[in-house]
T-cell receptor, first 113, second 114 residues
Framework: GENVEQHPSTLSVQEGDSAVIKCTYS??????FPWYKQELGKRPQLIID?????GEKKDQRIAVTLNKTAKHFSLHITETQPEDSAVYFC????????????FGTGTRLQVTL | NAGVMQNPRHLVRRRGQEARLRCSPM?????VYWYRQLPEEGLKFMVY????????ESGMPKERFSAEFPKEGPSILRIQQVVRGDSAAYFC????????????FGPGTRLLVL
């Protein structure tokens, strides 16, 4: 089955700096890669996703890049703000009727003033 | 448009009791997924259902756990004879009909087994 690895497990950045979180996956048939943000005690919230026919996607301060050959995808947050502090999870799925998500272990991002 | 609803939000059970968790998908969504999150860990897939059908239950323990999504009403995850190791947050997610992979999560049910 699919295995998703995520690094780093914790990340501390100063407000205004950039943050990068990296994930690798093992199943070459995976073609959908969402990122979720989870605040303490809250539900995971989808912040951005990318499909395998696209190499990069951007939404304001958030961008995701995908390298299918290397089975690697990354989340980039620019101009970080204190409200970006949360746990971020990457995930992968094959899509269609096999669309269960396999999640990474999470990155705890702390944005300091 | 209401999001994914789950109830109860918190559930306390003693060992050996049954836990019943409910999930109502977003309006127009016909696919439901259940995930379990242990403290300080990521989410683990348990089961994927469509109305009246279990599509994939590969992540669900064979014993004590069952799930259904009837024609009418919410999806239900049932845990019989709970043990302390079942203590976790259980999230359900829903997605639109086939072809759209995006999953939206409910607020979760936090199960504590005493």
């Amino acid at each position: 089955g699919e295995n998703v690895e995520q690094h780093p497990s914790t990340l501390s950045v100063q407000e205004g700096d950039s943050a990068v979180i990296k994930c690798t996956y093992s199943d070459s048939a995976s073609n959908y890669f969402p990122w979720y943000k989870q605040e303490l005690g809250k539900r995971p919230q989808l912040i951005i996703d990318i499909r395998s026919n696209v190499g990069e996607k951007k939404d304001q301060r958030i961008a995701v890049t995908l390298n299918k050959t290397a089975k690697h995808f990354s989340l980039h947050i620019t101009e970080t703000q204190p409200e970006d502090s949360a746990v971020y999870f990457c995930a992968a799925s094959r899509g269609g009727t096999a669309s269960k998500l396999t999640f990474g272990t999470g990155t705890r991002l702390q944005v300091t003033l | 448009n209401a999001g994914v609803m789950q109830n109860p939000r918190h559930l306390v059970r003693r060992r050996g009791q049954e836990a019943r968790l409910r999930c109502s998908p977003m309006k127009g969504h016909s696919h439901v997924y259940w995930y379990r999150q242990l403290p300080e860990e990521g989410l683990k897939f348990m089961v994927y259902l469509q109305k009246e059908n279990i599509i994939d239950e590969s992540g669900m323990p064979k014993e004590r756990f069952s799930a259904e999504f009837p024609k009418e009403g919410p999806s239900i995850l049932r845990i019989q004879q709970v043990v302390r190791g079942d203590s976790a947050a259980y999230f359900c997610a829903s997605s639109p009909p086939a072809g759209v992979e995006t999953q939206y999560f409910g607020p979760g049910t936090r199960l504590l087994v005493l």
